[in-house]
């Protein structure tokens, strides 16, 4: 066992010194860990690191930009969802900070340029889905700085997610929220003139070019989508068409806030509705269980009475056996001077060995502890109940059939089925 003491837990400041003052190989050596632990950890903190040439700029004598650190979500959250939003939300003039996704998407988005159109896409789980010119990854990353800003002062980050085919996006608690940023594309005549007779609407002589404009959009989970999808696609801005770039950011920013209220409420109605049907399906099996336990009692009841009266006529069965059995003997002996057959004694065995076994006196029948009446307060609910003989029913005891049962369109009904009518009969004669 090692005497040494445990390493203390880095902070989030003291790993961004550490990271932006000593190469990744180093630093590792230095904390005992992997380069792949270091990332994960700074991923996690949101803490920005070094691109790949910072260290060779600053080898070579430059001083490159350091990235500042950003504040966390929960020292941003200085507003709530239902503070108001102002009318315009400025855009970062000059050489201002950008969040760390915006500088990251400005860096990875030329790398991604198409080659039919020239428009580059976000391919990364760490960005959002924007797809724009070369022109307008700059302009598009200050706008997405705008939102992240805005919605993390109220308490709303900006999170990747697990999925490599799925794009970061917004949440808020458990709700989340994607955004799109596109530029619409407007077709272009190649010839303003006519040339040897080509018109500028011939379909050769015309090519799609980026519009200089950015649309937004609410996006949704290819995979796990939203039960108001249809509602989050119609909410579109385009500059110039719905407003200035600053207005429409902050129109976003309130519609949002908006979306993630109406969410919150609509899954507390959930949750209290869930809550009210859990208590009804409560109280219905309580209601279930006492009319069980109910019925078990009733039952018990009225198989002890049915017990008594199979037990007495039981009894008087075998008194009949029994005095038919001594008239038998009696006929017998005074038609044969007092003597009995080998045969009609082997009989008279038989017969009072078969009555016997109709007493119910033979079975132990009554037992007042097991056969009379009970408190039906002392039985807990659920059982145990009281026990029950359930005698055969005497041959002399009609059973009465049960009423025959059919299902009608609102239920059940016990009247019996009508007879079908015979419709053969009624194209007699024809």
Known sequence: ????????????????????STPGTKLAEELGISDVAITKRCKKLNVPRPSRGYWAKLAAGMKPRRVRLPPEPKQLATLTLEDPVPDVLPLPRGKVHLHPVAVELISALPATESSYDG???????LLPRVHVSKAMISHAARCLHVLIMAMQARGVSFE?????????????????????IEEPTVLEDLLSRRVSGAFSDDWEARKKKPSGKLTFSFDEDRYHRHYDSRELRKLTWTEEN????EQILAKIVKASCEHFIKLEQERIAREERSRKEEEKRQAEEIVERKRKHEAAIEETIHVRAEDLLKASEWWRLWR???????????????????KL????????????????GMSSFET??????????FNREEIPEGGPYPSKRDFPRPPTMLKIPPPVVQQSGYGYSSTPAPA??????????R
Do not use: N
């Not at 079908?420 to 004669?429: C, D, I, V």
């Open 420 to 429: 079908r009518y015979p419709f053969w009969l009624k194209y007699q004669g």
């Open 320 to 338: 009949e056996a029994d005095a038919f059995i001594q008239e038998c003997e009696r006929r017998w002996r005074d038609t044969q001077k007092g």
């Open 119 to 125: 428009m580059c896409r976000s391919e990364s789980r």
């Open 242 to 245: 719905q407003g200035t770039t």
């Open 341 to 356: 057959t080998k045969e009609q004694k082997g009989w008279l065995a038989w017969a009072r060995e078969t009555a016997i």
């Open 364 to 373: 132990g029948y009554p037992d007042p502890a097991r056969d009379g009446a």
């Open 160 to 180: 990747k997610t697990r999925s490599k085919y799925d794009p970061a996006r917004f949440k808020w608690g458990d709700h989340e929220l994607l955004i799109k």
């Open 1 to 20: 066992m090692s005497d040494e003491p445990p390493q203390k837990e880095l902070t989030r400041e003291e790993i961004y010194e550490k990271v932006w």
